[in-house]
């Protein structure tokens, strides 16, 4: 099965930036067909922030981080990164990569709506803290 580990995260100012990783091991003996980022604030809902496919294509980003934030995956495509650039103290979260083996269209939904999204192998999550 496909295991997810994360790091990366860490405490900055509010302008500042931090960049993501996520790799995934297992692949590619298990499938992935696209991987994305989810962040859940204290207090409420997971929601999705960025997406990308591993066939190739555009990435999908949440409105809240469109054109702060970037997702790559690196060429050999076992590890996920997650740019994030002009943080803002609402950008404070945990965050979570997300693999999925098979359709992309809920995670692919789920990030565009900013919402949650359960099927999914997950990491363990690492915390992004912005100060105003």
């Known amino acids: 099965q496909v295991r997810l580990v994360e790091s990366g995260g860490g405490s900055v100012q509010a302008g500042g930036a931090l960049r993501l990783s996520c790799t995934a091991s297992?692949?590619?003996?298990?499938?992935?067909?696209?991987m994305g980022w989810f962040r859940q604030a204290p207090g409420k809902e997971r929601e999705g922030v960025a997406v990308?496919?591993?066939?190739?294509?555009?990435?999908y980003y949440a409105d809240s981080v469109k054109g702060r934030f970037t997702i790559f995956l690196e060429d050999t495509k076992n590890t996920v990164y997650l740019s994030m650039n002009s943080l803002k103290p609402e950008d404070t979260a945990m965050y979570y990569c997300?693999?999925?083996?098979?359709?992309?269209?809920?995670?692919?939904?789920?990030?565009?709506?900013?919402?949650?999204?359960?099927?999914?192998?997950w990491g363990q999550g690492t915390q992004v803290t912005v100060s105003s």
């Open positions: 997300a693999s999925v083996g098979r359709t992309c269209g809920s995670m692919t939904r789920a990030v565009l709506n900013g919402g949650n999204f359960e099927d999914a192998t």
């Open positions: 990308i496919y591993t066939g190739g294509g555009s990435p």
């Open positions: 297992g692949y590619p003996d298990y499938p992935i067909n696209c």
